[in-house]
């Protein structure tokens, strides 16, 4: 499929009065997509895993157009007005009007709840922007009537990557590939798909605990930093490492090895974050509770033999990955040695889910 396929020509019903809306995961990545082309193209191919607990709930209320602006809009966090909102808005508005023509016709109302507290450092922008993208769509469904559930999902996600790239990996589940790779038949850099290949029973249920280091704003945006890929000096060879690693992964997911997989995935948690260090200007996400963590889950790996393990985003807070079968003991341990390094006591238990659901009206 091409950028062509997902533009909208025609469009004539009058849907004033009408109401859209979605709740869309967050995603956690195995394989980190930092760096990107033009046009919010990655830079190289990324894998997550969906969650399910960590949540945006968006409803849009179409109503007549109120000003001459390209756009009309309000937006609402919690019922209260979030103009500081609007300027990410306008920009994801204005790169996808092409596709959806029709939201210069109407006056928007966005109310939006996330399940996970505001001021977590969990971004919200993977679930928040997947989850406009899919009232979006639900616009368009409306408008033409003969669309398939694949266009909608494959053009949920084209959006969605226009708004914040790692959104596009939202929409679905459990496990979903972002970025063109020679070895996963479907995958493309313009939107994300289901991993078509075999996974192992291990992979099922996986948890996450998100252990919440460091609630405040992040110093250096991800937009800031996947700028500073260009003229990396390790950009290149970052790219064929993260190409390399989701080659590896494949056997890794049909196989069930769980050594192989943490390996990967604390390399490349790793990784991003000494890109982060490498960049000029350099800096540091990571908090010496992030560290701490880190030591602390690394020693008990070695005494008990658990699979347990951690990833990174772009932040301080650390995921703690593990199976189902091994849950009990890990969760213990976690309770018992590492909330003690979270900003105030806060965790949050999530696990591998199954991507966005439409809410009732
Ligand atoms: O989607 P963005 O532009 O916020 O970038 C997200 C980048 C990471 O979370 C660090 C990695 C990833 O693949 O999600």
């Not at 179409?62 to 500081?84: A, W």
């Not at 790692?166 to 991993?195: N, P, Q």
């Not at 200007?281 to 509770?289: A, D, E, F, R, V």
């Amino acid at each position: 499929m091409t950028e062509r396929d997902f533009v909208l020509n025609e469009f004539s019903k009058n849907l004033e009065g009408g109401k859209y809306s979605w709740s869309s995961p967050s995603n956690i990545a195995l394989v980190k997509y930092w760096g990107k082309k033009e046009n919010q193209i990655p830079a190289n191919p990324s894998i997550s895993f969906t969650l399910d607990a960590c949540k945006t709930n968006t409803t849009i209320t179409l109503s007549k157009k109120k000003t001459n602006t390209d756009f009309s809009f309000e937006v609402y966090l919690d019922g209260q007005q979030k103009d500081d909102f609007k300027p990410k808005i306008i920009s994801f508005f204005s790169r996808i009007v092409t596709y959806v023509p029709f939201i210069k016709e109407y006056h928007f109302k966005i109310e939006t709840i996330n399940t996970f507290p505001h001021s977590s450092g969990i971004a919200s922008s993977a679930s928040g922007m997947s989850a406009l993208a899919l009232c979006i769509m639900s616009i368009e469904k409306e408008l033409t009537n003969d669309i398939s559930d694949m266009y909608f999902y494959k053009k949920a996600s084209f959006l969605a990557r226009l708004g914040s790239g790692s959104a596009c990996r939202s929409i679905e589940g459990e496990l979903i590939v972002w970025g063109h790779h020679d070895k996963i038949e479907g995958s493309s850099d313009l939107f994300g798909t289901k991993y078509p290949l075999e996974t192992h029973s291990n992979f099922k249920n996986f948890h996450d605990t998100i252990l919440l280091v460091d609630k405040g704003e992040k110093q250096v945006s991800s937009s800031v930093g996947h700028n500073l890929m260009h003229d990396h000096p390790y950009a290149e060879k970052r790219f064929s490492q993260a190409n390399n690693n989701l080659s590896r992964l494949i056997s890794v997911f049909k196989d069930g090895d769980l050594s192989t997989f943490i390996e990967i995935v604390e390399s490349e948690a790793l990784t991003l974050h000494a890109m982060m260090m490498t960049s000029i200007p350099y800096y540091i996400l990571m908090k010496p509770n992030t560290l701490e963590i880190i030591n602390k889950i690394w020693k008990f790996r070695k005494e008990s033999g658990l699979h347990i393990c951690f990833t990174l985003d772009a932040g301080a807070n650390v995921h703690v990955l593990y199976p189902e079968d091994e849950s009990e003991v890990i969760y213990e341990f976690i309770k018992s040695e590492l909330v003690a390094n979270c900003q105030n006591g806060h965790y949050i238990c999530d696990r591998i889910g199954f991507g966005a659901k439409q809410l009732p009206i």
